[in-house]
């Protein structure tokens, strides 16, 4: 399968942090290699093109954040690319995609973890003051890891220790003082952005009761 995100398109849209040769070099590549991920010609790609454009224009000593008429084609389709990746899910294209050295990439990383993690509190019949939500963004090269941890269930995402399709790591625990828990049970990061797939598989290898508040009776 192949997956595609908005990262490189919002990069090509808005580069003015590309402001050396080296940076801006560095996000082409990176850029194609998104590309290649997503099925698309690196040649035919507006946000590869942009960039490779914004490198020639920085080594001649333009401005970083200078626009140009030029682009405005390219530019109409990123936003249009931006606009249809909007329902996908840019998690696992990220995991897929890997994201060491990539600071841009690992805060999109966090962010879309956190999102996909409070979904799936909710089908968990969890309120949000029913769990706690936490970051470790640890070092450059890896990808940190969200956890989620709640009285009776403790879940943790990260591509950087567990391997590919064990992206997250699941067990029963006894409280939100309790760091070991029970068995670990890991899935593939795709599972987890389909909350109705990730509930069933966690309440099967757990055996957690899943208890939804009843509304309060004004």
Known sequence: ???????????????????????????????????????????????????????????????????????????????????????????????RRGIGYDPEAKRAFHREARSALRI????????????????NMAGPAVSGEITLHADEIYIQVTTSSFGHGREVMFRRCKGRQDYRGERNNFCDIAVLVDPVRFTALVTRETGLTITRRQPELV
């Open 120 to 135: 799936a509190a909710r089908h968990l019949g969890l309120d949000h003051d029913q769990y706690d939500l936490r970051n």
């Open 1 to 95: 399968m192949n997956y595609d995100l908005d990262f490189r398109y919002r990069r090509a849209l808005q580069p003015d942090a590309l402001c050396t040769v080296a940076t801006a070099t560095q996000a082409v590549v990176d850029a194609m290699q998104d590309a290649r991920n997503a099925g698309v010609d690196p040649a035919r790609d507006p946000a590869t093109i942009l960039l490779a454009r914004h490198v020639g224009r920085i080594a001649l000593g333009n401005p970083a954040d200078a626009t140009y008429e030029e682009d405005l084609p390219l530019r109409r389709q990123c936003l249009t690319r931006i606009d249809e990746l909007k329902s996908k899910p840019a998690l696992v294209a990220l995991a």
